[in-house]
């Protein structure tokens, strides 16, 4: 392998390594994985599960199923909808959509953990749009989906998954090895989901 050889094949590895960690990360798995961990967490873990199946169908599948529309339509290129004008036209919707699923949990008496989950979701969602709309800034979605998912598991099943935090920190390296992301953004990401989603879902779970 030549000289030049060599490091177009390591670019090309670290490449397909960044890609499947973001999109096997992506925050719509990520969300299924908190809520069914929320889910499963509750007094009664069937009950708990199905509700979780109603917090992924409102902050997942249908925000999902609206990128796939938006991607075969031509509003964006891209299942992570790099564009950030894009993005700002993206995040009501899929605010819409979790808020919806609040509605649904409300009326049907949804236990307080499941409640609060989705409401940390959208108090989230509603901060990340901050910067979107008014600086046209590309806060990372990613890290502060995984961010907020790991503080509110580790509120709901004990300190010690803190210890996976660095998950998050690989997440991020994906993203600026991907060029999505500059290491600004992936750690306000971080912050603004780990801090909104934790306090909220702090706040109606005490």
Known sequence: MTG?????????????????????LE???VIILVSIGVGLAQDNPLTGVLWALEAIVFAAVIPVAYIKYGMRTGMWADRHVGQVQRRKLLIPVIMASVGAGIGGMLAFDAPRAMLALVVAM?????????PTALWKWKISVHT?????????????????LWLAYPLVGVIA???I?????????????????TATAGLVFAALTA
């Open 177 to 193: 090895a991907l060029r999505d992301h500059t290491l600004a953004q992936t750690i306000a990401g971080t912050a603004a989901g």
């Open 144 to 160: 502060a989906v995984a961010g907020g998912a790991l503080a509110m598991l580790a509120l709901t099943w004990g300190p010690l």
């Open 4 to 24: 030049t050889a060599a490091p177009a094949a390591a670019a090309r590895a670290q490449n397909r390594t960044a890609r499947f960690i973001t999109d096997g």
């Open 27 to 29: 925050p719509r798995n």
């Open 173 to 175: 390296w994906s993203r």
């Open 122 to 130: 959208l108090a989230t969602l509603a901060v990340l749009l901050l």
